[in-house]
C-alpha cells in the first residue's frame, strides 16, 4: 500500500526559511506528478508546486521566487525549500503524488497526512 510521508514542518519567524520532505513508499512502479498543497484555516486547500517526472514545475504565484521543489526518484522523495517566508504561508501542508503501482495500474493521486507550518510575525 503506498504512503506519503511528510516532515520538516515547524514554528519559523517572518523571513525565515524551512525545507519540508515527502517520501513515498510501498511498491510503486513509477510517479508521475509530486508535489505539495497547502490549507490555511477557514481556505480551500490550494496549490503550492508540483513538479512531474520531466522536472517541468508549476508555482502559485504566491510563492514563485521564494519556495523551490526539489525530486529525488531514486527515493521516491520531494522536497519544497521555502524561503523568506511570510505570515501568510501559515497553512498545512499537503505532500501530492500521481503514483502508478500494483494496484491502481492506471494510476492514482495519494495523499500525505500534512505537516503544519506557522510563520510568526
Known amino acids: 500500500q503506498v504512503q506519503l510521508v511528510e516532515s520538516g514542518g515547524g514554528l519559523v519567524q517572518a523571513g525565515g526559511s524551512l525545507r519540508l520532505s515527502c517520501a513515498a513508499s510501498g511498491t510503486i512502479f513509477s510517479i508521475n506528478d509530486m508535489g505539495w498543497y497547502r490549507q490555511a484555516p477557514g481556505k480551500q486547500r490550494e496549490l503550492v508546486v508540483v513538479m512531474n517526472s520531466g522536472g517541468s514545475t508549476n508555482y502559485a504565484d504566491s510563492v514563485k521566487g521564494r519556495f523551490t521543489i526539489s525530486r529525488d526518484n531514486a527515493k521516491n522523495t520531494v522536497y519544497v525549500q521555502m524561503n523568506s517566508l511570510k505570515p501568510e504561508d501559515t497553512a498545512v501542508y499537503y505532500c501530492?503524488?500521481?503514483?502508478?503501482?500494483?494496484?491502481?495500474?492506471?494510476?492514482?493521486?495519494?495523499w500525505g497526512k500534512g505537516t503544519l507550518v506557522t510563520v510568526s510575525s
Open positions: 501530492w503524488g500521481f503514483i502508478v503501482s500494483p494496484g491502481n495500474l492506471y494510476g492514482t493521486a495519494y
